[in-house]
């Protein structure tokens, strides 16, 4: 759990928030033992920007893994408490993760609080509704 966090603060110290000055990190604890982070990266054309989760998720999967290589996933914010995460990485979450994985929501002071994947997006729009 200690590198798992030092990969989430790492990536949330490279955060590209000039606009929101709102860093994010984020890290995938794998099967293999291997962790893949990714942070928040903004662009001047507000709605381009993308959330640190779906960096990593999006990370993960172009190195060729899947759902079920994914043990772990933490998330980090400099918020008073854990941070949460958004509509949209909900959404990606529910798809790119295993339902029973856990997500563990915290800050830069390891304040957590820990939710199953399934439990952060209830009633998700999923490709048995297409
Ligand atoms: N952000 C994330 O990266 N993850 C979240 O879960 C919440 C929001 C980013 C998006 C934007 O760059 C900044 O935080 C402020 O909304």
């Known amino acids: 759990m200690e590198k798992l966090y030092q990969k989430a603060i790492e990536a949330y110290l490279n955060s590209y928030s000039p ?3 709102f860093g994010v990190g984020a890290a995938l604890l794998m099967k293999d033992g291997m962790i893949i982070s990714g942070t928040n990266i903004e662009n001047a054309s507000y709605g381009l920007s993308n959330c640190a989760e779906r960096t990593a998720l999006f990370s993960a999967y172009t190195l060729g893994y899947k759902k079920e290589d994914i043990v772990k996933m933490l998330i980090v914010a400099n ?7 958004c509509g949209a990485c909900r959404q990606v979450i529910s798809e790119l993760v295993g339902p029973e994985v856990p997500i563990v ?5 390891k304040v957590e609080k820990i939710v199953k994947a399934k439990d952060l997006l209830p009633f998700a729009f999923s490709n048995e509704d297409l």
């Open 79 to 85: 918020t008073p408490g854990p941070v949460s995460p």
């Open 19 to 21: 606009y929101s000055h």
């Open 105 to 109: 929501l915290s800050n830069l002071a």
